[in-house]
């Protein structure tokens, strides 16, 4: 008897051990999903006036996971961002960010042309906005140092993709904007102080829909702008 009673005791013992090391298992391949909330002030000089949008936005992630049909993911939250101009149009900054052909930033080709390839979701961890803020990259991760009180002034070529329409209503009337030559498009414009930081602040929805109602529209539709698609307006 003693020794059935040992027997069954190991057995309970096996059983809530197999369901701990199971819940474990089960914890370490749960569909985890990482973000985290940003804050970018973005600023024109319309001809010695200063104007500036604010834009809070999310980014979301999940790394492969274990479980069947579960694979990686990064998605963004939030709307672009608009500043009207005197001259009667707009300058959106939208959800994208650019790279080149060989997945790095933007680089001049042939002739000294920069080409624009549009890039998917503008995150500063992708486009390491600054080193205090994107940190070091680790085993393919970069580590984020999401600390607040950090504030970081764009350059050019770190903003998301600008853009304009000639005729708001019309998306095949998009194309990109420089914003190291707003000037060309726009004269008397140029590029203002414009920052980005962590936040714990909601995320903004703006006022995209009313400014480019095509982007409500259910039937597909194609831009002047390969790179102009809705995602990069609203998401």
Request: with cysteine; net charge positive.
């Amino acid at each position: 008897m003693t020794s059935s009673l040992s027997a069954a005791s190991l057995n309970r013992r096996a059983l809530i051990a197999s369901l701990i090391g199971g819940g474990a298992l089960t914890a370490a391949c749960s569909s985890r999903v990482d973000g985290y909330r940003f804050r970018i002030d973005f600023r024109l000089i319309d001809n010695g006036v200063h104007k500036h949008a604010r834009t809070v936005r999310s980014a979301e992630w999940r790394r492969q996971s274990l479980l069947a049909g579960e694979g990686p993911f990064l998605r963004g939250r939030g709307s672009a961002a608009a500043i009207d101009l005197d001259a009667g149009r707009t300058v959106f900054l939208t959800l994208g960010g650019y790279y080149n052909w060989n997945g790095s930033r933007m680089s001049f080709y042939g002739d000294g042309e920069r080409k624009w390839e549009h890039g998917g979701l503008w995150t500063p961890e992708q486009f390491q906005v600054d080193r205090n803020i994107a940190g070091e990259r680790i085993d393919g991760r970069v580590q984020m140092n999401r600390d607040r009180d950090v504030i970081h002034v764009f350059a050019p070529h770190e903003l998301p993709v600008l853009a304009t329409f000639n005729d708001p209503d019309n998306p095949g009337s998009g194309r990109v904007i420089r914003p190291d030559d707003l000037a060309s498009e726009f004269p008397g414009v140029v590029l203002g102080r414009s920052t980005f930081q962590f936040t714990h602040e909601r995320v903004t929805r703006g006022d995209v829909h009313r400014r480019l109602p095509w982007l409500s529209e259910r039937e597909p539709y194609k831009t002047g702008w390969r790179s102009l698609d809705p995602h990069l307006f609203v998401a």
